[in-house]
């Protein structure tokens, strides 16, 4: 079963998906698959929106954006699973690990049926402030479907122990939202993705205030707030 194969099967049939991580079968192919899939979908998406600076910004958006999400997983993954081990769960790391490439697979495949339309305003609408907040926008959205998705393949598997129902909910919420904050904080970490018109090209930018007020302000800049 080729990559592509498993990820189709992740989106068609995705009871039968977790039956198979519950029962831990083929978790590593799983793991490689969808870690593919994803990254190509990332990048993808990552050029669009690089592409309103240029060649190198593009380049260099294709590379941050599937790192964008990798390195959310990776330091957060390690605080989710040591909770709940310390709960009593029995879920190998290896489950948690494939549950959360699916969720971000998930969130690559919608951004991937969202890259015309951002094509579209990108070509369309030359205004870096409108166009990032779209993207902030679909990023959001996107990102909220997968954190569902996640929130609820957990469930899933939880029930499978009944001591873990009630008492690892509360910990699963917390770590959701610790997960949405280090993401959007890692992105503003990691900026820029789009590149600021008028300026030359930079693999990164000085870190300064954060990812939320730069939003707020953006906002208000569309309407002609300073």
């Known amino acids: 079963m080729n990559h592509y194969s498993i990820l189709m099967q992740f989106l068609r049939e995705r009871s039968t998906f977790l039956e198979d991580i519950s029962n831990r079968k083929r978790i590593e192919q799983k793991i490689f698959a969808l870690l593919?899939?994803?990254?190509?979908?990332?990048a993808i998406y990552g050029a669009i929106i690089g592409s309103?600076?240029?060649g190198l910004q593009m380049f260099s958006s294709a590379i941050k954006l599937p790192s964008l999400y990798l390195l959310t997983l990776l330091i957060c993954l390690p605080a989710l699973f040591f909770f709940?081990?310390?709960?009593?769960?029995k879920h190998s790391l290896g489950q948690y690990l494939v549950l959360l490439l699916a969720s971000i697979s998930l969130i690559s495949v919608m951004l991937f049926g969202f890259a015309p339309i951002t094509l579209f305003f990108r070509l369309s609408i030359d205004d870096y402030n409108f166009f990032t907040l779209l993207n902030v926008a679909v990023f959001t959205v996107t990102g909220l479907i997968g954190v569902n998705f996640f929130y609820r393949s957990m469930i899933f598997l939880n029930n499978k122990q009944e001591e873990q129902r009630e008492k690892s909910r509360i910990i699963l919420k917390s770590w959701l939202v610790?997960?949405?904050?280090?993401?959007?904080q890692l992105g503003w970490t990691l900026r820029p993705?789009?590149?600021?018109p008028g300026k030359s090209f930079e693999l990164f930018r000085d870190i300064e205030s954060n990812f939320y007020i730069q939003i707020v302000k953006m906002f208000f800049g569309l309407f002609g707030f300073n």
């Not at 610790?178 to 959007?184: M, Q």
């Not at 993705?193 to 600021?196: A, E, H, I, V």
């Open 193 to 196: 993705f789009f590149g600021s």
């Open 52 to 54: 309103f600076h240029g």
């Open 84 to 89: 709940d081990v310390v709960l009593g769960s």
């Open 36 to 42: 593919v899939c994803s990254s190509i979908f990332f």
């Open 178 to 184: 610790l997960y949405g904050f280090v993401g959007s």
